[in-house]
């Protein structure tokens, strides 16, 4: 193998079309479009669906990272330019991504505010993990969620009439002078704060376009802005419901974490520096159902596809897609495998699939779904090994993620009178896998913890009350669960779950 040139004895990548001669120049776009939630995934799909639509021209992304500000550091050190390593079975290629105009530190409200108050801005997407919705396991607004009191708090203090020292605090890092006026630290609440200045500047109506793993996602995004907003009084809530328009979407493209070597490969393969490159398969999807009062790019002209009701194709990718990733994450990482691939290449975890998605596709009847199809599909597309999809990063955020994954296809399977036992070894799986795993990132951490203390059918119990307490309410169920674990091996104990990027 050649030796890869040290990456930064190549030219660093800018908007200035002279460092290879193929590289197109790339102008910034005017910002239209903010999005909270900079990650490889939004770079991967939504900023690649607005760069191929054709007047992209019009359509800047000011992108905002989530907890931490490294993302958007990284990013504007490159003219928010990076590269889309597009990775299939027989090779890699390569494509400037330049549709992001503006990368900006989650924590700069202020910024967030002034851009969402400018008429020009149209649409606000979201990727802020499954987990930031704040919502209980039964769906509505929880004021307890990490972070949500504190923003309530903040948010209230904001609507008393303290916004000024509120956005002043947002420009100092923290805390305003008053020492009063927290700014909002969940992605929800600087959304509520940023949507209460576009109310008072005028400029109307504006769509949200939730693009996380979530069924009804839209609605969800509406249920958890709207308790947020709850905090600032009924004024805002009733403005937001007359002109916040929320978009539910289903979004697909498995966009595994960017490593060392991916970053060496871009430098010797394109002949600039780029240390914020973003991998992915060659395969995307993005299903839209709703209104864009203030405009959109023609993501349909880029192979997005707009329908009227977006629920089958939503629990087709749901069910068949991720719930065969969670199987996979814990089945496969109790049988010592570490990626996506691996794992399916084992006769056992890939019998947990099959079992699962014939149970699923029990409930998937809608025109025009093509299960088998979409099945042998899923099946290249998880067996590219050249794609490294690690278990643990999906492991991640099980309460909220089997709830959308397991719970659905084991009730519908259980009201026809089946077992559901395909979905029933997802849990059971995720049950195991806990025996094992050194650190569980979930929202629910500490309550994992606790149940997981107990021992037998008990503990299985206030496992699974975590994910949906109508199902740890069915003794039916909770035996079914209790009497599918101990179906992988347990091997080596997992590694520990990393955190999102
Ligand atoms: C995965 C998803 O981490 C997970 O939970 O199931 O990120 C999956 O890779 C994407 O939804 C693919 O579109």
Redo the contacts with the bound molecule.
Sequence with gaps: MNTPPARDSVPALNRVPVLDRNLKPLPKAPVRIVHLGLGA?HRS?QAWYTQHAPDAAEWGIAAFTGRRPDAAEALSAQDCLYTLVERSAGGDSFEVIGSIVEAVDGADVARLCRLIAAPETAVVTLTIT?AAYGLAADGTFDADAPGVADDLRALSAAAAGETAAAGEAAASGGTAASGEARVPGTPLGRLVLALAARRDSGAGPIAVVSCD?LSANGDVARRGILGMASAWGQDLAEWIGANVSFVSTS??????RTTEEDIMEVAEQCGYSDHSPVVAEPFR?WVLSGNFPAGKPRWEDAGAVVVDDIEPYENR?LWL??GS??IL?YAGQLCGHVTVAEALADPLCRKAVEDFWDEAANHLKGQGLDVPQYREALLERFGNARIA?RLA?????ATT?LRM?AVPVLTAERAEGRSGAGAGLMLAAWVDYLNTARDVQDPLAAEIQAANALEGIERVQALLRLVNAGIAEDTDIVALVHGLCGSFTVTTPAPATPTHT
């Design positions: 995934f799909h499954e793993n979004v697909d493209r498995i966009t595994p999807n990718k897609l991720n990733h969670s994450a999809h990063q999906i492991a991640a955020d993620k994954r």
